[in-house]
């Protein structure tokens, strides 16, 4: 399948099957700017479970906020975004088409009309703002957040003192971010709103060189825990020219989109940058005490990143897969080889046929398994057809009930890429589940 084929598929199964289609479409849509459907939220969520559960739960010295999106423009002036949070921006004076330099070939047309007359590279601001309370001034303007990070930072000094933290430690954030990207494109990839799950990593000032390249292999594993193919991936370590403001040091990890190479996620040292211009415009003390030297530092910082919509698209590319009929399968139908444990559904329930004995059943399985695990009921179609549904959204997992079950209680469990089928009783489901999803 060639890539820009394949691409096309995925945005047509996408909105198809549930998962991702476009905001106010019935209005002709919003360019990037994207809803997410049953199974796309679903999916979505558990991707939001799994950073929680890594790198909050399981972690003793990395603690979880919630931060506001709407943000002082104090906060983002003494972040530096403000002034400097912009992209070249040129515009066709024929057409008004706004564009990136990049965008615009050697004979320096207009890539939507063909125009050459076109105006000087200027700066554009990559955040939306608006304005707080009834009067629209300076006084009361605000932002949308363009990234997490400031939120936590701003919060450095509480959660110092009320979570009686000792370095190194961690504020772990995943949430909505806000960019007016001039041209977004590529389905979920460049998004204006998105969704970043990310840690500020606050570590003494010595030890940030080696907390640096230990937090890019951590997150790198990270990445490759969602199913993702190590050959897919790359690091791609930033030139000094091309660091943001605050960064004494930038990894991206790229994945290889149908589209090409593209940064799925990030880790910077930030070194004591945001820490220290907070504590400068705010006047507020941003420093931490070590107790056991009875000194204050303004702690080093190491952020790694990970766009959940990213991750998504990746997640699909790796695991949209049309068969060629030599699996059992009809030639072109499509199952998603999705890691189980980040499927929509983890099982879906059928009665065999619409028989009342076995729709009560079914539904008896279904409310008791619903309690531990994402699960579907589904009694329209043939069986068959209902199994493709299935494989279509990447349901690890098919229970049918059918006429043995009313005498053995037992049901047909049947396996997403293998197609494999086994018996398994009522009283042994939620292990057998547990195990096959783990």
């Known amino acids: 399948m060639e890539n820009q084929e394949k691409m096309e598929k995925i945005v047509s199964w996408a909105k198809r ?13 919003l360019n990037a ?17 799994e950073f929680l559960s890594q790198w909050v739960k399981k972690q ?4 979880g906020i919630e931060s506001a999106i709407i943000t002082k423009k104090e906060t983002l ?23 990136r330099p990049d965008q615009v070939e050697k004979r320096e047309v207009c890539p939507d009309c063909g125009s050459n007359d076109l105006t000087t590279t200027q700066e554009f601001n990559l955040m939306f703002r608006s304005f707080l309370g009834p009067v629209e001034d300076d006084n009361n303007k605000i932002y949308l957040r363009p990234e997490n990070a400031q939120g936590m930072f701003s919060s450095f000094g509480y959660i110092a003192d ?14 909505k971010c806000f960019r007016n990207e001039i041209t977004a494109r590529q389905f979920i990839f460049r998004l204006r709103e998105f969704e970043i799950s990310e840690i500020e990593y606050f570590v003494e000032p010595s030890t940030a060189s080696k907390e640096y390249e230990k937090w890019i292999g951590q997150w790198e594993k990270y990445i490759l825990s969602f199913g993702l193919s190590k050959e897919n991936l790359k690091r791609r ?33 930030r070194g004591d940058f945001d820490l220290a211009q907070h504590e400068k415009h705010s006047g507020q003390e941003m420093k931490f005490f070590i107790q056991e030297t009875g000194k204050k530092i303004t702690p080093y910082v190491i952020e790694p990143t990970l766009s959940l919509e990213r991750l998504m698209l990746a997640i699909f590319c790796e695991a949209y897969f049309e068969s060629d009929g030599s699996d059992g399968r009809a030639k072109g139908e499509r199952v998603l080889k999705i890691k189980p444990k980040f499927a929509p559904i983890t099982l879906a329930v059928f009665p065999l046929m619409k028989k009342p004995e076995l729709i009560k059943i079914a539904q008896e399985i279904f409310q008791d398994l619903a309690k531990d695990f994402s699960v579907e009921y589904d009694e329209s179609g043939s069986i068959g057809r209902r199994y493709r549904r299935q494989d279509e959204i990447g349901t690890p997992l098919c229970a049918t009930i059918d006429f043995d079950s009313l005498d053995d209680n037992c049901v047909t469990i049947r396996e997403r890429d293998t197609m494999k089928q086994a018996r398994v009783s009522r009283a042994e489901l939620v292990e057998y589940i547990a195990k096959a999803v783990s």
């Open 33 to 49: 700017i994207y809803n997410f459907g049953p199974y796309g939220s679903l999916m979505k969520n558990k991707l939001r479970e």
């Open 17 to 29: 099957r549930g998962f991702i289609y476009p905001q106010d479409e019935i209005y002709g849509g």
């Open 60 to 63: 003793p010295n990395i603690v």
């Open 77 to 99: 002036q003494a972040s530096g975004h403000e002034a400097g949070f912009t992209d070249p921006l040129i515009e066709c004076k024929k057409c008004h088409t706004r564009f």
């Open 162 to 175: 009320t979570m009686r933290v000792k370095l190194p430690f961690g504020i772990a954030q995943v949430g």
């Open 237 to 269: 370590a930033h030139q000094k020219k091309e660091l943001a403001h605050y960064s004494q040091g930038t990894t991206d990890i790229e994945y290889k989109y149908p589209f090409g190479w593209g940064e799925l996620a990030g880790i910077a040292n």
